[in-house]
């Protein structure tokens, strides 16, 4: 987890090779021009100040009992956590329905669901199957929630997780 602005500078300027002056740039340029984004990082930081805890869509609380401290820094830290809960908390909450209901429709295939990571699905797939399940993962995947905006699904396969 990134920690301070200042991290995240430095992850910006590490990773794409650039001075941390021109990565501060670069965020500053980000939400100058999705101001909307900004709007919302502030707004879930006021209500759960407000609220002492944040909410997913789904309506899954996260408190946030750092955000009461004196401690600056476990302030930081809530604030932090605030912008970040919503997101991944959502993220988390729509591949868990996700899991649920792609192992309902492959009741009766000799494939298997094996494991989750962050926002990917592995199966154990028998080839027979490959074609069907990556149909049915992708239907499923992509209307197991119904947001504003479309949930978009990728698929692969391989002999390991590499190559996939």
């Known amino acids: 987890m990134i920690e301070t602005k200042e991290d995240l500078v430095g992850k910006i300027s590490e990773s794409i090779n650039i ?12 939400f100058n021009n999705h101001f909307k984004v ?34 600056k820094n476990l302030i930081g830290f809530g604030e932090r956590t605030a912008m970040n809960a919503p997101i991944q908390g959502t993220a988390a909450d729509i591949i868990k329905k996700a899991m649920v209901k792609v192992s309902e429709v492959m009741k009766g295939m000799k494939s298997i669901l094996i494991a989750q990571v962050h926002d990917e699905l592995l199966f154990d797939v028998y080839p027979d199957e490959l074609e069907k399940l990556q149909k049915i993962v992708k239907e499923t995947m992509e209307t197991v929630v119904e947001l504003k905006v479309p949930l978009l699904v990728d698929g ?9």
Do not use: C, H
């Open 19 to 30: 001075t941390p002056f021109e990565a501060n740039m670069y965020i500053m340029k980000y």
């Open 38 to 71: 900004r709007e919302f990082l502030d707004k879930v930081i006021i209500d759960a100040k407000n609220n002492g805890y944040t909410k997913t869509l789904f309506n899954r609380v996260r408190y946030i009992p750092e955000l009461q401290s004196s401690n």
């Open 156 to 164: 692969g396969a391989g002999d390991n997780w590499l190559e996939s």
